[in-house]
């Protein structure tokens, strides 16, 4: 992704899931009470290139909201059930949706 200040490139790994078809990213940050800083990023500058076991490709990250967002957090949690063990915290926990282009 690219730095919302910056403009540099950023490189973060992070752990997605495949939800009806979508590639799904969760900002959880491991319940802390902050998002973490690839979501400013990536409202930014939601064009982004990501590598999937032997694929590499340009995506848009589409943030997920409302009761739409709230459904595939739970289908998430399903997948991932350790999120439940997390520190609850008092923000929404922002979901991505990642769009081949």
Not at 75 to 86: H, M, S
Request: hydrophobic residues 35%.
């Amino acid at each position: 992704m690219t730095g919302a200040k910056s403009g540099h490139r950023r490189v973060t790994p992070l752990e997605y899931f495949t939800v009806e078809g979508r590639i799904l990213i969760v900002a959880t940050r491991g319940g802390a009470p902050q998002n973490p800083a690839w979501v400013h990023n990536l409202r930014a500058n939601p064009a982004a290139h990501i590598e999937l076991g032997t694929e590499s490709y340009d995506v848009e990250a589409e943030e997920i909201t409302g009761e739409e967002r709230d459904d595939l957090f739970a289908k998430v949690v399903e997948l991932c059930p350790r999120i439940t063990t997390y520190p609850k915290p008092e923000r929404v926990i922002p979901v991505f949706e990642l769009r081949r282009t």
